[in-house]
């Protein structure tokens, strides 16, 4: 299985993730995907959970920043009442408008930890930019109907991972 597919660790989700992780990792900049990452495509507003997740990344000292495929009247009003920076219809798999937007924002590479839901989106960009990846499930069943394609083949290839032992839970790289 190609290993454009295998991400740097696994969670279940991203609110299970000790922050002490990102420290020791040496993150200053969680780069995390919304949609069925953060919260259901339904969700307008931040949860009470998204909020509590920005708050402890902040206090220690790392950044909240949310990058996804959704267009900006989704992820605008979203990000602005969380606070947080965003890129909007980022593109993935494809890597370009993501690293310009680190590059006018003054992100360094070496410091950030891309977190998704998605195999073929999340995972693939950020190996294609050589960028630290962490694949989670879903937080919610469902999916915008855009998606239903890309889970039909993501499946398997998880499923694969995951008899082979090849994907590493966050916990046993602390
Ligand atoms: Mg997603």
Avoid at 36 to 49: E, V
Avoid at 76 to 101: I, Q, W
Avoid at 119 to 140: C, F, G, P, S, Y
Avoid at 155 to 162: A, D, E, M, T, V
């Amino acid at each position: 299985m190609a290993s454009k597919f295998l991400p740097y660790c696994h969670a279940r989700d991203i609110f299970s993730v000790d922050i002490a992780f990102f420290k020791k990792e040496n993150i200053k900049t969680v780069l995390a995907d919304l949609d069925n990452t953060l919260d259901s495509y339904r969700a307008k507003m931040p949860s009470k959970r998204v909020f509590e997740l920005k708050r402890k990344l902040e206090e220690a000292n790392i950044e909240l920043v949310l990058i996804s495929n959704n267009k900006e009247k989704r992820v605008k009003p979203y990000a602005s009442a969380l606070g947080v920076r965003y890129l909007f219809s980022t593109h993935k798999p494809f890597k370009k408008r993501l690293l310009n937007f680190l590059n006018s924002n003054d992100i360094v590479k070496e410091s950030v930890m891309i977190i998704g839901d998605q195999l073929l989106t999340d995972v693939v960009m950020a190996n294609r930019a050589h960028l630290k990846v962490m694949l989670t499930e879903k937080i919610v069943k469902e999916d915008q109907w855009t998606t239903h394609i890309n889970r039909l083949i993501d499946r398997p290839i998880r499923s694969y991972f995951r008899r082979k032992k090849k994907l590493i839970d966050w916990k046993e790289k602390m």
